[in-house]
């Protein structure tokens, strides 16, 4: 969506051919789960029902189902029935994103279109790269963490929050509703399997993007929650961690127990890797061995799901692909993967999928010498 072209309606956005689209985009990779294949065995009536609730204002949002991952942490995960996240995905891609974009920094890395890990990971490369060539390893680096961020998510300060954008008050109606259906009597919290919540938390921290870039002109990087400053002064920091603490009480969240100044040269652990800056000014990555011990696990349950028939080989070969794109950003990429596929009991079939697979990045990478 370019700047010249006009908004879309609400009634345009929650139309039948905009609802069917959203359900190809949810159904990507997914078509084989028992959800998907209820809501497709009847996909004309299913759309029609929800594009008349739409229209007519009597959409209601169905309850969540909730269950836990245990990966890099314990988190309880809660998802809406299918055929509210066709909903969500209509709402997401053509009335939140676009106008969020708009708005949103280049420092705030996570969820968004062009950006994203890869994207996080060389922003922080250059801007250590860049500090090197003015400061070289005299520096200091503040790493923040929020403490229990989706769950601390204050609705009313998001609606404050949504003042900037002009959405009709039949989105903005249903942006509301959507926000409420998860702990409204509390007034406080969102759940993480949302794909909505991906964007109102990207807006949450937007004041603290602010802050650190416009107004204290810090070298800053942001993934969700996690968000790195670097500096040469160390005063400067503390300055900026307590500027970054009066703004967050106002937003009605704080800082847990890792937030934390250290020495550039000592490193930091960011998004899987420990990025150092060594004497030559150049950024090494060597994985972190929590997730080495991850990409273990995540292959043996990807072998599960596909023999037992609950993903088709495009997800499989998908998610082999996005495990070893983010890896390539050590040196020892290909080690590790390699390593790791070959210990594994469903090493022959990890090896046939690889060696058959449409991705040249797989073949190329990793179809030689698996043993």
Not at 27 to 36: A, T
Not at 50 to 72: A, M, Q
Not at 82 to 97: G, H, Q, S, W
Not at 277 to 295: C, H, K, S, T
Request: overall charge positive.
């Amino acid at each position: 969506m370019t700047v010249s072209e006009p908004r879309k309606t609400y009634e345009a956005v929650f139309c039948f051919e905009s609802l069917l689209d959203a359900f190809l985009q949810c159904r990507k990779n997914k078509s084989l789960r028992d959800d998907v294949v209820r809501f497709e065995l009847d996909l004309g009536s299913r759309l029609a029902t929800l594009e008349r609730e739409l229209c007519n204002f009597t959409y209601k949002i169905k309850g969540y189902k909730r269950f836990y991952v245990f990966e890099p942490k314990k988190r309880e995960i809660e998802c809406l029935p299918y055929r509210d996240r066709v909903v969500l995905m209509a709402l997401c891609k053509n009335i939140v994103e676009p106008a969020f974009e708009k708005v949103l920094l280049d420092c705030n890395a996570a969820c968004r279109k062009e950006k994203g890990i890869d994207y996080a990971i060389f922003y922080l490369e250059n801007i250590l790269k860049n500090h090197f060539k003015k400061h070289g390893m005299v520096g200091y680096i503040l790493k923040c963490d929020i403490s229990k961020f989706f769950a601390s998510i204050n609705h009313n300060v998001l609606f404050n929050l949504f003042s900037r954008f002009d959405f009709d008050k039949n989105t903005m109606d249903l942006i509301q509703k959507i926000i409420k259906s998860h702990n409204g009597d509390k007034g406080c919290g969102l759940p993480i399997g949302n794909q909505t919540s991906q964007w109102w938390a990207l807006l949450a921290l937007h004041p603290i993007d602010v802050l650190v870039t416009k107004t204290l002109g810090i070298d800053y990087i942001r993934y969700m929650d996690d968000f790195l400053l670097v500096h040469h002064d160390k005063r400067v920091l503390l300055n900026a961690l307590a500027e970054i603490e009066k703004l967050l009480s106002k937003l009605q969240l704080k800082l847990n127990n890792k937030t934390q100044i250290m020495p550039i040269s000592q490193g930091v652990d960011f998004l899987g890797f420990r990025h150092r800056l060594n004497n030559f000014g150049i950024v090494e990555r060597p994985l972190r061995q929590q997730a080495q011990d991850r990409l273990r696990k995540h292959i043996r349950e990807l072998c599960w799901l596909y023999k037992n028939k609950k993903v088709d080989i495009t997800y499989v070969e998908t998610h082999l692909c996005c495990y070893l794109a983010h890896m390539l950003h050590s040196k020892l990429a290909i080690l590790y993967y390699k390593r790791t596929i070959s210990k594994s009991p469903d090493r022959d079939l990890l090896r046939e999928i690889i060696r058959q697979s449409t991705i040249k990045l797989l073949r190329e990478k990793l179809g030689k010498n698996i043993i």
